[in-house]
């Protein structure tokens, strides 16, 4: 049974776009959802997180936006450009036990000039 | 963020023989580290989770006596895949928490070929 479901698969943006990707999990218990950010050959790099106490946090670009009630959050990417293109995770955990994160699937996203 | 780093960044090797992969915290001590493989166009799978100076705790399925985790220090843990098949090929990818908080960085990872 998979912890964290992530859509879409796949997503293609044009340059300058909003890019959207949304997950959502079961486990009410998690209380900490990063966003890591995976090039090919490299590892997952994190790029932004937030905890259930809060809806939205903003990074420069990049925005989380949780829906507690609804076990969603989504990661928005404005003014999306072509270095941007990279495959998406979305993650969830919590406290007591260590820190072990469970995944969603992944989203490739491409940005187009 | 903090750096983990990872040794080697890719290896082949005959089958039979044993590889060994170093995962390092570099500007932060690591009580909890993390293993895991992933392959191609897929997400991370965790194989298992490492503390320092105790036993790892191995995902259902790992088979713990093919991979070996070592995390002898606050800033080291090892893994080695001993008798690597052609099926053991994949991208291998440490992670590292940063106490106290629940931040999680990886390593760069290791491209394992076995020919």
């Known amino acids: 049974q998979q912890q964290v479901k992530q859509s879409p698969q796949s997503l293609i943006v044009q340059k300058g776009g909003i890019s959207i990707i949304n997950c959502a999990y079961e486990?009410?218990?998690?209380?900490?959802f990063p966003w890591y950010q995976q090039f090919p050959g490299k590892g997952p790099a994190l790029l932004i997180a937030i905890r259930p106490d809060v809806s939205e946090k903003k990074e420069g670009r990049f925005t989380i936006s949780f829906n507690k009630s609804a076990k969603q959050f989504s990661l928005h990417i404005m003014d999306s450009q072509p270095g941007d293109s990279a495959t998406y995770f979305c993650?969830?955990?919590?406290?007591?036990?260590?820190?072990?994160?469970?995944f969603g699937r992944g989203t490739q996203l491409t940005v187009w000039p | 963020g903090a750096v983990v780093s990872q040794h080697p960044s890719w290896v082949i090797c005959k089958s039979g023989t044993s590889v060994k992969i170093e995962c390092r915290s570099l500007d932060f001590q690591a009580t909890t580290m993390f293993w895991y493989r992933q392959f191609p166009k897929q997400s991370l799978m965790l194989m298992a989770t490492?503390?320092?100076?105790?036993?790892?705790?191995?995902e259902q399925g790992v088979e713990k006596d093919k991979f070996l985790i070592n995390h002898a220090s606050l800033t080291l843990s090892t893994l080695t895949v001993t008798s690597a098949h052609p099926e053991d090929s994949s991208f291998y990818i440490c992670s590292a928490r940063v106490p106290p908080g629940y931040e999680q960085f990886f390593g760069p990872g290791t491209r394992l070929t076995v020919l």
């Open positions: 486990n009410t218990a998690f209380d900490y």
């Open positions: 993650a969830a955990s919590r406290g007591s036990t260590l820190g072990r994160l469970y």
């Open positions: 490492s503390n320092e100076g105790s036993k790892a705790t191995y």
